[in-house]
Nanobody, 119 residues
Framework: QVQLVESGGGLVQAGGSLRLSCAAS????????MGWYRQAPGKQRELVAD??????TNYADSVKGRFIIFRTDAKNVYLQMNSLEPEDTAVYYCNALALTRDTGLYNYWGQGTQVTVSS
């Protein structure tokens, strides 16, 4: 099993910045990729950004040029969010595609952290 713990959400004014952190723990043999998703009220969960084990990144069009995803090691991923807009308000979830002996390759999710951007 893999546990993901997020931190760094909060309330910020439009134009401000926040940094989200996610730490993985548990019995992963390897974490292939980590990423951030978000879900706003009444909307489906959507990919914000992800990063592979080799460092390749992928961003949603709506955050390109404003958000940066990076990993400092195999188990920690961050999302630097700049120039925040009210439309970025959502619960942000950390995701990890991890290999374990018990479950094989499996998608794990954190509990979510609220980001609210006021206009």
């Amino acid at each position: 099993q893999v546990q993901l713990v997020e931190s760094g959400g909060g309330l910020v004014q439009a134009g401000g910045s926040l940094r989200l952190s996610c730490a993985a723990s548990g019995s992963a043999l390897r974490i292939n990729s980590m990423g951030w998703y978000r879900q706003a009220p009444g909307k489906q969960r959507e990919l914000v950004a992800d990063i592979s084990i080799l460092g390749a990144t992928n961003y949603a069009d709506s955050v390109k040029g404003r958000f940066i995803i990076f990993r400092t090691d195999a188990k920690n991923v961050y999302l630097q969010m700049n120039s925040l807009e009210p439309e970025d308000t959502a619960v942000y979830y950390c995701n990890a595609l991890a290999l374990t002996r018990d479950t094989g390759l499996y998608n794990y999710w954190g509990q979510g952290t609220q980001v609210t951007v006021s206009s």
